[in-house]
């Protein structure tokens, strides 16, 4: 890819004339608008065609972009993008939580789900009708009964829904129901998905692959890029280590990284990197600290009888504690998190005191 940015002052004219010549070459290019300036990522052409460009009226700087993704990266976007969800924009000032249960059960524990993160002031509702579990024997989710639970969870509360779609031929059903399709960590590497998912008209939430380095975590949201879906956000669900004290190891360096390489909004799910709900609160902190735009996080009414993840999954009241210590964070961070009516004398259970 070549990326060709424009003066501030060129014309609409010259920017024609540019991408006419670029067609002319039987190049194709993508285009980013920043506050001030058109970037244009050329694909399909020679390095030959950079000495005419820049000789081009309203041409500022023409250089290759030598890295492996493109539309992700900051050179092709330098200011970080938003993704908006039901009125809500990932990315942006506010720092966003989805959260509920790993897998939608039954109705009334997805509505009791529902109802509590709502309280506490989460954002957006999570749970998974189709389970990429690693047993076949294991509970599978219930599939489209349970996206009709959370389409009756979302007009009851309101929230956004955010769920995952494991195979192709489930997508328009998925989409009819869900605001976020969430690509699992084990399907990050599913091109296919990916490829169909760029042809969605619906926010992705791509989640890291258990063994994938943040070069191919860019290059996977790069296939959904590049198939036209633009609704790309990313999010760190920590990674396989030696380490086995945690089901996972965060990686929290990859939040940095990721903002410095990519203008895509980047989430952090700390239930799948931690494995235990004890450990959940300080790696949202952490999160929230170094730069994250959001997390997701697994809350159910009775962890104990979880049908998934269960040991991972914060109670009501400690989600709601958490909430508290996320919203006097985000103000430290310069991040807003709305104040939530119902949080007024609320009680703050500490997660220590969760059984
Ligand atoms: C999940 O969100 O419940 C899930 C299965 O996550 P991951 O794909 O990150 O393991
Ligand atoms: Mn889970």
């Given at each position: 890819m070549i990326i060709v940015v424009m003066r501030e002052k060129a014309s609409v004219k010259n920017l024609g004339a540019v991408i006419g010549r670029i067609e002319d070459?039987?190049?194709r290019a993508h285009i980013s608008r920043d506050a001030d300036r058109t970037i244009l990522g050329v694909v399909g052409v020679g390095k030959s065609l950079i000495e005419t460009l820049v000789e081009?009226?309203?041409v500022e700087r023409v250089t290759p972009l030598e890295t492996p993704y493109k539309l992700a990266s900051r050179e092709f976007q330098p200011s970080s993008s938003t993704v908006t969800i039901g009125g809500i924009a990932v990315g942006g000032p506010e720092f966003v939580v989805m959260a509920g249960p790993c897998a939608v059960e039954s109705l009334d524990q997805t509505l009791e789900a529902a109802h509590a993160v709502k309280r506490a002031g989460a954002h957006m509702l999570r749970g998974g009708a189709f389970k990429p579990r690693t047993s076949p024997y294991s509970f599978q989710g219930l599939g489209e009964k349970g996206l009709e639970i959370l389409a009756v969870a979302r007009k009851a509360t309101g929230l956004p829904v955010v769920t995952e779609v494991m195979?192709?031929?489930?997508?328009?059903?998925?989409a009819r129901y869900a605001d976020v399709l969430q690509v699992g960590a084990r399907n990050m590497q599913n091109f296919n998905l990916l490829q169909e998912l760029g042809k969605a008209r619906k926010p992705v939430l791509l989640k890291r692959g258990l063994m994938s380095s943040l070069e191919e975590f860019l290059m996977s949201a790069e296939y959904i890029l590049s198939h036209g879906n633009s609704q790309v956000i990313l999010c760190e669900r920590g990674i396989r280590t030696f380490e086995r004290m945690t089901r996972n190891t965060l990686d929290i360096s990859a939040v940095p990284v990721l903002k410095?390489?990519?203008h895509l909004p980047i989430m952090v799910d700390p239930s799948h990197a931690a494995g235990e709900w004890d450990l959940v609160p300080s790696l949202s902190r952490a999160a929230l600290?170094?730069?994250a735009d959001g997390l997701i996080i697994e809350v159910h009414p009775r962890p104990s009888e979880a049908l998934?993840?269960?040991?991972?999954a914060l109670k009501p009241e400690t989600f709601m504690g958490l909430m508290n210590e996320l919203r006097a964070i985000s103000a430290a961070m310069g991040r807003s998190m709305a104040p939530v009516k119902e949080l007024v004398g609320a009680i703050i259970d500490r997660p220590g005191r969760d059984s």
């Open positions: 070459a039987s190049g081009m009226e309203g195979a192709v031929q489930d997508i328009p059903m998925v410095k390489r990519t600290a170094a730069g998934s993840d269960g040991p991972q």
